[in-house]
């Protein structure tokens, strides 16, 4: 979906809107605390870390995670990555194959991420965790699992966009908060800021980390005239990555966030980009999400997210990946 503007735009008629939809918020709030109450966490026998967020899509959480895993790594330990897979078909339990499984089943998301380590696409949990302990995974790291109560977590960061925050600081639907942010708060082990601002952290007394994406390696944008293209939770984002790399963005397009795009959609963008005389460049996200030959000639900016005090990371870590474990073999 693509957040509203009146979750953003303080104006009469985003006040309007907020106050009718109001009581749908509190409902939706009212269910994650029932889940939580009612739950009775499956406890797998590798070790459990969270990354999720409270609002909608658009926060960063899988380079978070995907930084978290290559820690895990550096730690001679053997993580393995457990998703719901968005968007793609397969419920799964199953061993995200890049080789074999398109972003059409497992997602966008468990793609990316199994270019660090293995991953796991399941619905539910339980039996995607009993896949993780059959692949003798030593760290489970769920992508996206805050609101979910399948499993007892070790560890839990809560992701958060520095910039815009928690937005209005209403529940879905009047605001992007899947619940409140003191009812998801008391859950986190950490928070992680994401890019620059400082956003309001009510209650929360707790680690504050913080994390910058940037390229994975330097493309070669500046001065290109460039159509940019996005479907993701905050395509912004992606455009002013664009611009701080110097490229002329003469166009842009948004997309709702996992949108599957047609042959007819990828056609179009083509001739809009000749009919200016440009490159198409898209994120790396929207890339795995294209057939293979729709991605000729389509330039694609990949990100990595980067820890600005690993070694506060590293003391968070232990909680759940001590050191004195026995390297992998």
Not at 18 to 44: E, I, M, Q
Not at 103 to 128: F, M, N
Not at 143 to 149: E, L, R
Request: a neutral charge.
């Amino acid at each position: 979906m693509r957040a509203p503007d009146f979750w953003s735009e303080p104006d009469y008629s985003a006040r309007i809107a907020t106050a009718l939809l109001s009581p749908l918020g509190w409902f939706y709030g009212a269910s994650v605390a029932w889940k939580r109450d009612h739950a009775v966490p499956f406890r797998p026998r590798a070790k459990t870390i969270c990354v999720g967020n409270l609002t909608a899509g658009g926060s960063g959480k899988t380079p978070i995670a995907a930084a978290i895993a290559d820690a895990l790594l550096q730690r001679n330990l053997r993580p393995i990555f457990l998703s719901r897979g968005y968007g793609g078909k397969l419920a799964g339990p199953v061993l995200v194959d890049p080789a074999l499984h398109s972003a059409a089943d497992t997602g966008d998301e468990p793609l990316l991420l199994a270019a660090t380590a293995p991953a796991i696409v399941a619905r539910d949990r339980r039996a995607g965790a009993s896949l993780a302990d059959t692949q003798q995974a030593e760290i489970i790291v769920m992508d996206d699992g805050h609101q979910n109560f399948q499993l007892a977590k070790d560890l839990s960061f809560v992701v958060v966009d520095a910039e815009t925050g928690f937005g209005n600081g209403k529940i879905l639907p009047a605001g992007p908060l899947r619940e409140s942010i003191a009812q998801g708060l008391t859950r986190a082990d950490a928070i992680v800021l994401v890019g620059d601002g400082d956003p309001a952290l009510p209650g929360w007394s707790g680690p504050v980390l913080r994390a910058r994406l940037t390229p994975k390696e330097v493309p070669s944008f500046a001065g290109q005239r460039i159509v940019a293209f996005a479907g993701i939770g905050r395509p912004e984002k992606f455009f002013e990555s664009l611009r701080m790399l110097s490229a002329d963005l003469v166009a842009t397009e948004r997309f709702d966030d996992h949108h599957a795009y047609s042959a007819a959609e990828i056609a179009r963008l083509r001739s809009k980009a000749r009919g200016v005389g440009a490159r198409l460049v898209t994120t790396e996200k929207d890339f795995v999400r294209l057939m293979p030959a729709e991605r000729e000639e389509i330039g694609v900016l990949w990100i990595r997210a980067a820890f600005e005090d690993e070694a506060a990371l590293g003391r968070l870590l232990d909680r759940a990946a001590p050191r004195t474990l026995a390297p992998a073999t």
